[in-house]
């Protein structure tokens, strides 16, 4: 007779996520079960798989029950918690605001589908930091299944190791007030009442709503964030496996990443396996 699994090993959460195409949302039944444990050097268990990933991130979020959660990915654990600007050096921090207006000037010409052209400073800085230019923001997700994504997911060519989702959370209600999403915040002083707070964004770009955005920013880039987190580690070795488990509820690269190249890019890898070397050699 097959044996069942332990109460402890099943996890079952209804969770909301929002739909590709225009934000509707729907929900989702998660199961899993999971019988192995993988430990990292601090001795604390490391998270190989979905299941035993929403079970810690439920038994965090038990402790806050009047709070609001972000989630951030790092595909290595090790990575510090600083914005991109602030890891490329002080050359490129005495650049950002020129980046600024020249990614404002490229924005309107190269967006195919520019249906809405931001009016605000701090929307401007949204859009430069999902599209890849480093900005002193720092990305987060309401979405603890994205910020999953993030740690499994390479990129680019890195070592593999352990990755880590952070998890900060605020009371309800805090955040960034309307008329501060138009502060100029290349100025001296203007970030002092935002710092390190959440910022949600209004979703008016495919990629912020896939992703469920959040931003925290900062006025010191070059500095490691002052955040209290939670950390969740993820086993290196179950990533691949894991995002086969986020694709099955949708989170696949094509969903984060909503353009015609990676839906080609994601179907190609589905159905064709990458022979390209050996049909070199033959």
Same mark, same amino acid.
Do not use: S, V
């Given at each position: 007779m097959r044996k069942r699994a332990s109460t402890a090993a099943r996890v079952f959460l209804f969770k909301l996520i929002p739909n590709l195409g225009r934000g509707c949302r729907g929900i989702i039944f998660i199961m899993g079960t999971t019988n192995q444990t993988i430990e990292n050097s601090t001795g604390i268990p490391c998270v190989n798989s979905l299941a035993k990933y929403i079970q810690q991130v439920e038994e965090i979020k038990g402790n806050y029950s009047k709070s609001v959660f972000a989630y951030r990915?790092? =595909? &290595?654990k090790k990575w510090a918690i600083i914005?991109? *600007?602030?890891r490329k050096g002080k050359d490129a921090l005495e650049q950002e605001y020129q980046m600024y207006l020249q990614f404002k000037k490229? =924005?309107?010409c190269l967006n195919e589908r520019c249906f809405y052209i931001p009016t605000k400073k701090m929307d401007? &800085? $949204?859009l430069e930091q999902h599209y890849g230019i480093p900005t002193r923001l720092l990305d987060w997700t309401l979405n603890p299944l994205v910020a999953l994504f993030f740690a499994c997911y390479k990129d680019k060519e890195t070592e593999d190791s352990d990755g880590q989702v952070l998890i900060m959370h605020m009371e309800k209600g805090q955040g960034l007030k309307e008329e501060e999403k138009d502060i100029n915040p290349f100025e001296s002083g203007t970030l002092k009442d935002i710092e390190n707070q959440f910022i949600i964004p209004d979703y008016f770009d495919q990629r912020l709503r896939n992703q469920q955005a959040a931003f925290t920013i900062t006025s010191k880039p070059e500095e490691e964030a002052k955040i209290v987190v939670k950390k969740i580690?993820?086993?290196?070795s179950s990533k691949e496996s894991i995002l086969k488990e986020l694709a099955t509820y949708g989170i696949t690269e094509d $969903? *984060? =990443?909503?353009t015609l190249d990676r839906l080609c890019?994601? *179907?190609t890898k589905e159905f064709i396996k990458d022979n390209t070397q050996n049909n070199e050699k033959a």
């Open positions: 990915g790092h =595909y &290595l914005p991109t *600007i602030g490229g =924005y309107a401007w &800085l $949204f580690d993820i086993d290196n $969903f *984060i =990443y909503p890019e994601r *179907i």
